[in-house]
């Protein structure tokens, strides 16, 4: 069995030719790497996403983190909504539908698989991450659990909203910088660390780990319905998990069991901070972004939008749409969602409901259709009443504009080196 699982090779999404093992793009076709897994999925008796580990990138489970998104059928939605055919994938801490994201988004459909990969390599350096959220908690619990070393860059105004879940293992391999500056800075020191000896970029969308990992989403969603969706809505700030559900539902397409038809994609973005839309459709940015944003998350003012097997591919391939939707809009339909489905959901989830509400209005879903609403993350106030939680550590701060950045790095590989022979020494 061993042998079977997560047998892939990467190759250009462009042209389609192999790539090296590892590589981050197709260079002749200014385009992603993508992976090609063997046709049919199998679903193994694995927990949480691991169950799909034969289209994950990975040799095997990581041990110890099994997030998982859920699928089930609206009701009290559908029914506010006059929707026959609404179909929820939700990720986050719902313990009743057997939800379990351990930090409450599909982040964690990223970083699992992402560490597994990189352990499966071989590769032992420090793995180097810039967020100033929902990527920053997922990487940092999965260094918690599992002692992967990992340097975490977080703009030191987003500390606030980071935390841990209460269980976590205190030390394991992670060391924080805290960034004076904004998220911008955070990411340009991040990219220069992970060119130094002992590091190594997560790579962002680009990164086949992530996309496969939150394809597990379109995966779950399609395995529980018996067949693809007509629609598929979700908030974006990258657009990675467009990219991903796109990339999905052509592997269940080719699969043969589930329907013929891509998904047509809604991404979603959160006005007037909306880079993404603006390149669909040409609407102006306005305003100082991201202030006045309603989820950080959803802003990123480099998204890989032209780059080959990118964003506009993904909307072109399933002609899809880009909605924009305000803060106002959204904090009505988060507190319509709680109501209704009985789960709080983080603010970039709420965006997505507010741009369905929006699509059904105008007639663009229509009520018979099979429709996918993608809740990037919720149960967050549940979890922290349930099972609490505690304060992400800073071990550093810098100012981003004149950090040494080798003496940095000296104290990243120092802290680090002596945090693993204390594991060590303990074991
Ligand atoms: C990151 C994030 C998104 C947007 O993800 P993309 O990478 O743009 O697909 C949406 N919702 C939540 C909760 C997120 O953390």
Redesign the pocket.
């Known amino acids: 069995m061993h042998c079977i699982m997560g047998e892939h090779e990467l190759r250009c999404a462009v042209g389609g030719e192999p790539l090296e093992p590892g590589a981050m793009g197709c260079e002749a076709h200014r385009s992603m790497a993508r992976t090609s897994y063997r046709r049919e999925l199998v679903v193994r008796d694995l927990p949480g996403m691991w169950k799909f580990i034969d289209w994950l990138p990975v040799l095997e489970p990581l041990e110890g983190v099994a997030p998982g998104p859920v699928c089930y059928r609206s009701e009290g939605l559908a029914k506010e909504l006059r929707l026959d055919d609404l179909w929820i994938s939700f990720?986050g801490y719902w313990p009743e539908k057997k939800a379990a994201c351990p930090t409450c988004?599909?982040?964690d459909l990223e970083a699992a698989p992402t560490v597994q990969r990189l352990i499966d390599s071989g590769d032992e350096s420090i793995l180097v991450v810039a967020s100033a959220?929902?990527?920053g908690k997922a990487f940092a619990h999965v260094s918690m659990v599992t002692g992967r070393q990992v340097a975490l860059f977080v703009p030191v105004s987003c500390f606030e909203k980071l935390w841990l879940p209460r269980h976590d293992p205190d030390g394991g391999g992670l060391f924080v910088v805290g960034v004076r500056g904004d998220y911008a800075d955070a990411i340009e020191l991040a990219d220069r660390l992970a060119k130094l000896p002992c590091f190594v970029p997560e790579g962002g969308?680009r990164n086949v780990a992530r996309r496969d990992g939150?394809g597990t989403v379109m995966l779950e969603a399609a395995w529980t319905m018996k067949r693809l969706p007509d629609h598929y809505i979700?908030?974006?700030?990258?657009?990675?998990?467009?990219?991903?559900a796109w990339e999905a539902s052509m592997r269940l397409i080719a699969d043969g069991r589930f329907g013929s038809k891509l998904p047509r994609l809604h991404l979603v973005q959160n006005l007037p901070c909306a880079p993404i839309l603006s390149r669909f459709d040409g609407t102006a940015l306005s305003g100082e972004c991201p202030e006045g944003m309603y989820?950080l998350?959803?802003f990123?003012r480099k998204?890989p939008y032209e780059i080959g097997g990118g964003v506009r591919d993904a909307l072109q391939a399933t002609n899809g749409t880009v909605v924009g939707v305000t803060t106002e809009e959204a904090i009505v339909a988060r507190m319509m969602f709680l109501d209704r489905e009985g789960i709080d959901i983080?603010p970039?989830?709420a965006v997505?409901v507010a741009a369905l509400e929006r699509q059904v209005a105008s007639g663009a879903v229509k009520r018979g259709e099979r429709i996918l609403l993608n809740i990037?993350?919720g149960g967050e106030s549940r979890l922290h009443r349930e099972i609490g939680t505690k304060r992400l550590p800073c071990h550093v701060r810098v100012d981003a504009g004149k950090v040494d950045l080798e003496s940095l790095a000296g104290w990243a590989r120092d802290f680090l080196g002596r945090r693993k022979e204390h594991a060590g020494g303990r074991t």
């Not at 979700?234 to 991903?244: E, F, P, T």
């Open positions: 990720s988004t599909f982040k959220g929902n990527t969308a939150m979700q908030a974006v700030g990258s657009g990675a998990g467009g990219i991903a989820d998350v959803l990123n998204p983080v970039a989830a997505a990037t993350g």
